[in-house]
């Protein structure tokens, strides 16, 4: 069983920042792409970004620019570094890992979910 554990939401006014982490832990072997996705009320989970083993990265396009993903592969982290936040980037923000196990089978699990306000 592999458990995501994210921290670092809040409450934060529109142009601040926010570093969003999400560490992986149990039974890995290794880990392929990483990514963070979000889900404000009433609408559909979307991707927000997303970052390969060997650091390849992709945005959502209301987000470049202003967000990064990055990953500390021997810590089994990603973090999402938010600036120049806005209003509508209020939602809770989940995070995602493509896990391969010891046995070579790899599923995809979610974190919890971290709640990010962004206060006009």
């Known amino acids: 069983q592999v458990q995501l554990v994210e921290s670092g939401g809040g409450l934060v006014q529109a142009g601040g920042s926010l570093r969003l982490s999400c560490a992986a832990s149990?039974?890995?072997?290794?880990?392929?792409?990483m990514g963070w996705y979000r889900q404000a009320p009433g609408k559909q989970r979307e991707l927000v970004a997303a970052i390969t083993s060997g650091g390849s990265t992709n945005y959502a396009d209301s987000v470049k620019g202003r967000f990064t993903i990055s990953r500390d592969n021997a810590k089994n982290t990603v973090y999402l570094q938010m600036n120049s936040l806005k209003p509508e980037d209020t939602a809770v923000y989940y995070c995602?890992?493509?896990?391969?196990?010891?046995?070579?089978?790899?599923?995809?699990?979610w974190g919890q979910g971290t709640q990010v306000t962004v206060s006009s």
């Open positions: 995602n890992a493509d896990v391969v196990h010891t046995t070579r089978i790899q599923y995809k699990y």
């Open positions: 149990g039974s890995i072997f290794s880990i392929n792409a």
